[in-house]
């Protein structure tokens, strides 16, 4: 018996496939192909016509050629069985290719449009979805519809367009016989229905184990995962965890395959006597008078053969089918969640040329969860173009929230903020990333080579260019001593690389944008104090006649900046230069004193 966490799981599944997959919807992937899906149906019309035309031959073999010993007639009937069996080969290896080809479109077009949708989506989605989670959707689920798209909707249409002819070939051969053959089929489907319906649940489940699996991966094998796992002497409790987790995915595993086992063992028991009982019908048919002669049993027995395999086929793919509508409902969950940062249509487009860098926030306020306080409530700050802002405050401030913002990493509950008198959900993102270039305290960077990284943000930098950036980022001697230089790959998130080299090297990949706006958030937490002198240097050179914001815990970084903003629990307390704010004895007194 199922427990109540099982139901409960089960009714938000159900809920989950109704409210996000339709038999339309599904369909609707196989409409930029629809040329190529209409000849792969002509194909199937033409070798079930084929197919079916075999057993006719045969009988009139039996009947006709081989009692009158009619030699001629025997080798054109022959040759016509011989003729229908190239035809139907030639048929198979057409509709293979095409299928294939039409399948794996739609497969790219899949993982296309989840990539890109994911790409579009706010950062809370991401601050609360596992990757893992994230790579078993694209790579898992995405996956497992590959044999539904590539092989099962054609099989399907082919195996039913065969079935459907066989049943008219039967009853036009001895309509008697061939509806006692058609008595399996309630049964038949039903059963099919059941056991589709079981798998469908353990197909869902299966797939949110392989995404712990994925996730467990990802996290435990990461750089970050076996130093700490070293380090705390943990490798064998995660070495057990992942085994659990394994069995578990195994388990489903097992039980896919084997649900409604026995089910299909009638249904394929009864399939298989019914050639046996169409015999004993027909010699009691034919003891009654009936016109029933030896060549239309061979060719009734022939049709039965020929129906059952395709029969038993269109009810594994329903079953398939069946399957495979959790990896749907997983996947066009992903596409259903809403786009919380749009472009809006016409959006202001500014010319970089005349771009000042002028930044307004006006009495702004965000919640991440609307039923909690706001983490930022009535900010309002005036940052003039060219100058330098810093904001302080202590953890939990909201220091990074505005630093998000700012970006636009979320929208505003309330008030504006304008860069250059234009509100920032007006402006067209290119506009926003051309105008704002970003450094957060956790630089992110690609094994790839370190030209590659810092050309990420302009793909069309000379070499010169390059290695001036780096320069400004106190980082060109370090490079050039290597012994590949530039080419030297950084590795995974660029553990090649201390901490504070690899801030550097995202802030120059920054710079090498220039943008008019530079927001620094705890851009050099990582740095020892002569580099953090040198880049202070490096940085007053690099902000003149630009906008500068600067998040910082280290106040020594911001004494000079024109204008100290100091935030507590989401609110501006306090603002004005540094020998202003010393002298009020507040809070940024009391954040000075406490850093020395």
Request: charged residues 20%.
């Amino acid at each position: 018996m199922a427990s109540p966490s099982d139901k409960a799981e089960d009714f938000s599944y159900d809920e989950l496939a109704a409210t996000h997959v339709s038999a339309r919807r599904v369909l609707g992937l196989f409409k930029p192909y629809v040329g190529r899906v209409l000849a792969v149906l002509i194909l199937i019309l033409v070798s079930s016509i084929a197919g079916i035309a075999a057993p006719f031959l045969l009988r009139a073999i039996i009947d006709d050629a081989l009692p009158h010993r009619d030699l001629d007639l025997l080798a054109r009937l022959a040759g016509g069985l011989i003729a229908l069996a190239c035809l139907g080969a030639a048929i198979t290896v057409l509709q293979a290719l095409v299928t294939s080809k039409v399948g794996q479109a739609i497969m790219h077009d899949l993982r296309v449009r989840v990539y890109a949708h994911l790409q579009s989506l706010s950062l809370g989605f991401f601050t609360a979805t596992r990757t893992g989670e994230v790579q078993s959707r694209i790579a898992s689920d995405i996956g497992g519809l590959q044999a539904l798209v590539t092989h099962t909707a054609s099989d399907l249409t082919r195996n039913v367009s065969t079935v459907v002819m066989t049943m008219v070939a039967m009853l036009v051969l001895e309509w008697r016989l061939a509806l006692f053959s058609f008595l399996v089929l309630p049964l038949a489907i039903w059963i099919s229905h059941r056991v589709g319906r079981v798998r469908e649940a353990i197909t869902y489940e299966q797939q949110l184990r392989i995404a712990d699996m994925s996730s467990t991966v990802q996290e435990s094998l990461s750089i970050s995962g076996i130093i700490l796992a070293r380090t705390m002497g943990r490798t064998h409790h995660l070495t057990r965890r992942f085994t659990h987790t394994s069995e578990g995915v195994a388990a489903l595993e097992v039980r896919s395959h084997t649900a409604g086992q026995w089910e299909w063992s009638v249904i394929d028991l009864v399939l298989q006597a019914l050639p046996a009982l169409t015999l004993l019908l027909g010699g009691w048919l034919m003891g009654q008078g009936a016109p029933v002669t030896i060549g239309t049993l061979v060719a009734m027995i022939a049709l039965q053969e020929q129906i059952l395999w395709p029969l038993e086929e269109v009810l594994q793919s329903g079953v398939q089918i069946r399957t495979t509508r959790a990896l749907f409902a997983r996947i066009f969950e992903y596409l259903d969640r809403p786009v919380e940062i749009t472009e809006r249509s016409g959006p202001v487009v500014l010319d970089q040329r005349k771009i000042r860098g002028a930044v307004q926030l006006d009495d702004i306020s965000f919640a991440y969860d609307k039923s909690q306080p706001p983490a930022i409530a009535g900010v309002s700050i005036d940052i003039p173009a060219g100058s330098h802002v810093a904001i302080v405050g202590a953890t939990g401030s909201g220091k990074t929230t505005l630093g998000y913002l700012l970006a636009r990493l979320y929208d505003i509950d309330a008030g504006s903020i304008r860069y250059d008198s234009v509100d920032v959900r007006d402006l067209s993102f290119q506009s926003l990333t051309d105008m704002l270039g970003v450094v957060t305290q956790e630089p992110y960077l690609f094994n790839a080579s370190i030209a590659d990284n810092l050309r990420f943000a302009k793909p069309d930098a000379t070499d010169d260019e390059v290695i001036v950036a780096a320069k400004v980022a106190q980082l060109h001697d370090l490079i050039s001593a290597l012994p590949d230089g530039y080419n030297t790959a950084v590795g995974e998130r660029g553990y090649r690389f201390s901490g504070g080299e690899k801030q550097r090297l995202a802030l120059a990949r920054t710079i090498l944008r220039n943008p008019r706006v530079l927001l620094l958030d705890e851009a050099t937490s990582a740095l020892d104090t002569a580099t953090e002198r040198a880049m202070s240097g490096a940085l007053a050179t690099l902000a003149r006649d630009r906008t500068t914001i600067t998040i910082a815990h280290r106040l020594s970084t911001v004494r000079h900046a024109d204008q100290i903003i100091v935030m507590d629990k989401g609110r501006v307390v306090e603002r004005g230069t540094h020998d202003e704010l010393l002298a009020l004895n507040g809070p940024y007194a009391e954040l000075v004193r406490s850093t020395l």
